[in-house]
């Protein structure tokens, strides 16, 4: 483990996302041992994936092989571009109502043709594994038990197993999206950080950027953040993922220019990308344990 001693050396140390995506995939098949032998079953997770997203079939194909790689059942259910939002309905009723399925998601984005926020609300707040449902976002909110993005759960994890100290930190997030940054704000605040979210709108960002102790980038523009917008000895955390004309993988942060600024830093590809789909088995055994839980 690494200890944040407030230290500023020539070049960041680079917070490994694949090593500790790796930790908690071990976390999670030890609890899965638990919960075969306490409750006699196997976490189960189905992914539902609606029309030929390039992207989105390489990622539930990940999520399926890290399912099996840990001993999660995994259901991945496929659809038609054509697919109307009634069936998908009917399919998540079906998942809902089958104790065998601990978790549900539904691979984003949806056809245009599609409510997302009808088909996030209508899974079962206890199966919710991305956390989307609004009873789960209001559950973050006021501080109670309940299924968390996973993302910014991941980034959580990261800090947490790398030493890295949030209490009392002033914390910056660029972006406010439902999936990363608002619950991400919520998350740092549970820890006692001082949290600002900066947007499309925010006068002045390099300014507060440079404020940060901890900074969250997930804007989505490549190599937006430079080293002149860190402050020195900030712990930098690049959420993006960008595609240059090159074919190059980019963050949102110009990595050769701030590592060299920042504590410590995530690269892209290999940062927090491992960590999502870690968190979302560790969200399946989270579910699980809930619905044998009568505090639910």
Known sequence: MMIFL???????????????????????????????????????????????????????????????ETGVHSEVITLPEQTEQIQLLEIIEKLNNDIHINGILVQLPLPAHINTEVILESIRPDKDVDGF?????????????????????????????SGIPIAGKRAVIIGRSNIVGKPMAMLLLARDATVVICHSKTKDLPSITKEADILIVALGKASFVTSDMVKKGAVVIDVGINRLPSGKLVGDVNYEEVKEVAS?????????????????????????????????
């Open 133 to 161: 449902n609004p009873v789960n976002a209001g559950r973050l909110f006021i501080g109670q038990e309940g299924l968390v993005p996973c993302t910014p759960y991941g980034i959580i994890k990261m800090l947490e197993m």
């Open 6 to 68: 407030g230290v500023i050396s020539l070049s960041a140390i680079i917070l490994d996302g694949n090593q500790i995506g790796a930790e908690i995939r071990q976390k999670v098949k030890r609890d899965i041992q638990d919960l075969k032998e306490k409750y006699v079953m196997t976490p189960g997770l189905a992914v539902i994936i609606v029309g030929e997203n390039p992207a989105s079939k390489v990622y539930v194909g990940r999520k399926h092989k890290a399912c099996e």
């Open 264 to 296: 410590f830093i995530t690269p892209v590809p290999g940062g927090v990308g491992p960590l999502t789909i870690s968190m979302l088995l560790y969200n399946t055994v989270q579910a699980t344990k809930m619905q044998h839980s009568a505090s639910w």
